[in-house]
């Protein structure tokens, strides 16, 4: 529990300084890690918020890649033809996500939800300068 009473998750390679105390930490009973985590993509899931149905077209050169290395284990193939390939991700809008869709340039489009395609876009639109 981060001191705000909330779960939280930390990277280990981020820690500096680690300090054993007495203070014991016991998880909500009802907690389940891999029900928590399944719609985020990475480690960060916003507290709050829901997951968002994500419609990504790839060009056909990464679009096989996404078929060997699924973005996220929610990822359906909507259609695959020889000039492009669609499919569907069920996941929290993070900045992992916003990430990883930045490195693919213009080999992939994000369909929708369309607040993730014009944070994209912009994005994209700054790194142009």
């Known amino acids: 529990m981060a ?3 909330r779960l939280a998750c930390y990277g280990l390679d981020r820690i500096r300084d680690l300090r054993l105390t007495d203070q014991v930490f016991a998880p ?4 389940d890690a891999a029900t928590y985590y399944a719609d985020a993509f990475g480690i960060t899931r916003p507290p709050g918020e829901e997951p968002h149905k994500v419609l990504l077209r790839f060009e056909p ?3 096989r890649y996404a078929l060997s290395y699924p973005l996220h ?4 193939v909507l259609s695959q033809t020889a000039e ?3 499919v569907s991700l069920r996941v929290f809008l993070t900045h992992e996500l916003y990430m990883e869709l930045l490195s693919y340039g213009a080999a ?3 369909l929708a939800p369309v607040c993730l ?4 876009h912009q994005g994209h639109a700054e790194a142009a300068g």
Do not use: H, I, K, L
């Open 108 to 110: 992939v489009e994000v």
């Open 117 to 120: 395609r014009d944070w994209v």
């Open 3 to 5: 001191r705000s009473g």
């Open 28 to 31: 909500p009973p009802d907690f």
């Open 61 to 63: 050169t990464q679009g």
């Open 73 to 76: 284990a929610s990822q359906r």
């Open 84 to 86: 492009a390939m669609e």
